[in-house]
């Protein structure tokens, strides 16, 4: 399957993000975020050692995430991941692949933020162009 996400440039934005959050959803439509330690590795996010029973028994019922890392510094972007998760076993010491669709920098807009975003927030979509690049 191919990706619209432009790995070069989300490993660049991801420089100094130290942990983030997996959210996934239970079958009440509800969202269960867990601290996380996740890798970029090559067009996939790995995250080793998932743990939780709930996100477990989450991805066992749908396979659809989002991984959000929030700002290293104040007033930076936090980094929105969406994608489809792929868990390795059952065990308590499941990890994780996802395949992203989908990546965003996303913060609150200020004066000095581009004035045509394609979001109400300042927001910047991490997508190869049309042109490949």
Same mark, same amino acid.
Not at 88 to 116: N, Q
């Given at each position: 399957?191919?990706?619209?996400?432009?790995?070069?440039?989300?490993?660049?934005?991801?420089?100094?993000?130290?942990?983030?959050?997996?959210?996934?959803?239970?079958?009440?439509?509800? &969202?269960? +975020? !867990? /601290?996380?330690?996740?890798?970029?590795?090559? $067009?996939?996010?790995?995250?080793?050692?998932?743990? %939780?029973?709930?996100?477990?028994?989450?991805?066992?019922?749908?396979?659809?995430?989002?991984?959000?890392? &929030?700002? +290293? !510094? /104040?007033?930076?972007?936090?980094?929105?991941? $969406?994608?489809?998760?792929?868990?390795?076993?059952? %065990?308590?010491?499941?990890?994780?692949?996802?395949?992203?669709?989908?990546?965003?920098?996303?913060?609150?807009?200020? +004066?000095?933020?581009?004035?045509?975003?394609?979001?109400?927030?300042?927001?910047?979509?991490?997508?190869?162009?049309?042109?490949?690049?």
């Amino acid at each position: 399957m191919s990706s619209t996400v432009d790995f070069d440039r989300l490993a660049q934005k991801l420089a100094g993000h130290d942990y983030a959050y997996l959210i996934t959803v239970d079958a009440e439509s509800r &969202p269960h +975020p !867990v /601290p996380v330690m996740p890798v970029l590795r090559d $067009d996939t996010v790995h995250i080793g050692a998932l743990g %939780g029973r709930r996100s477990r028994a989450n991805l066992a019922r749908t396979s659809d995430v989002t991984v959000m890392w &929030p700002p +290293p !510094v /104040p007033g930076g972007y936090t980094v929105i991941v $969406d994608g489809t998760a792929r868990v390795s076993d059952a %065990g308590e010491l499941a990890s994780v692949t996802i395949s992203p669709t989908r990546a965003v920098l996303i913060r609150v807009a200020t +004066p000095e933020s581009p004035g045509e975003t394609p979001c109400y927030s300042d927001c910047i979509d991490l997508t190869v162009s049309p042109q490949g690049g």
